[in-house]
């Protein structure tokens, strides 16, 4: 018998990364395979909301995967995956970001597709493998999707993923207006988190080039509620970077109901932001009017200006 395979996705875990853990670990077990969805970090309040609502256990933690089988969804960088992924057998990947530097000592099955979510290309492995969709895993996979794309108002949403949604919706019996309004509520559940919290809830790490690059996004209707805790949060900011040796970090603290970002920045490179964003920062801060997407419209321009 095989050794069972975890299916797992990113540090600090937003919505789409735990529901694509589980989907994805369901539609192997449909298959045959010896699966179990684990999870890398914390469970935030708009994911733990999902799982209340659709009556789904959380994933187990995984602290150190060495030695271990893995199905990697939502990400493919080691600077991203669990501790001790470089000492695992990596099995899939199954993603919807830029290719990372994952690699393999043979042939694996490795999808990736330029969609909104990893849940529209879960939704998809489901269609292709002809295994039913349940109302819970339809309500999962939709949770995902509308969190990833903000529902559906991110510039990362495809056509794709709005037939995707209004499938998923109608076998999930909800109303995805409706319902993804209820997602962004409980993305705004900040006031009780620390600075340091608040920076590193949704982030991750880049290496671009010889530099390391954190950026952090925090998702809300309210950005008041973290602006007005600016200081605090810039401090929280520096003590990371000197922690973590990183080139920069950028907070992007986005207001979902104007569809506009404001960055705040630490590190030494501030000036390499400025160029890659073609921004000039004023006290560390810049506003970014239309840009919701740190995978589309951050990450590239930011990728080139380091390199």
Known sequence: ???????????????????????????????????????????????QFVLDRWE????????????????????????QTVSGAREAE??????????????TSSPIFFRNEPVGSTATILTR?????????????????????LSDTVVLRSPTTTDTDRTVAERLADIADVDYETYGKELLQQKSKLGEKEPREMVLGDFKEFEFGSHDVGIGQIETVEPDTVLEQREAVLEAMDEVVAEREYAVLVLLVTDLLEEE???????DHAETVEAGLDVTLT??????????SRKKQVVPPLEDAFQ
Do not use: C, W
């Not at 298959?31 to 469970?43: F, L, Y």
């Not at 492995?125 to 999707?145: C, F, H, K």
């Open 1 to 47: 018998m095989s050794q069972p395979s975890y299916v797992i996705g990113h540090q600090q875990p937003d919505t789409d990364t735990i529901i694509s853990a589980v989907a994805y670990a369901r539609l192997k077990q449909a298959q045959g395979e010896d699966a179990a969805p684990a999870r890398a970090g914390a469970i935030n309040p708009e994911t």
């Open 283 to 292: 006290d560390r801060e810049a506003f970014l009017p239309g840009v919701m």
């Open 90 to 103: 990596i099995t899939d990947i199954v993603d919807h970001h830029r290719i990372g530097d994952v690699e």
């Open 261 to 267: 970002s404001t960055a705040l920045v630490a590190g």
């Open 125 to 145: 492995l489901y269609d292709e493998a002809d295994v039913e969709i349940d109302a819970q895993t339809a309500g999962l996979l939709l949770s995902g999707l």
């Open 56 to 79: 789904v256990e959380k994933p187990a933690l995984l602290e150190d995967a060495a030695g271990e089988r893995l199905a990697l969804v939502d990400h493919n960088e080691h600077s």
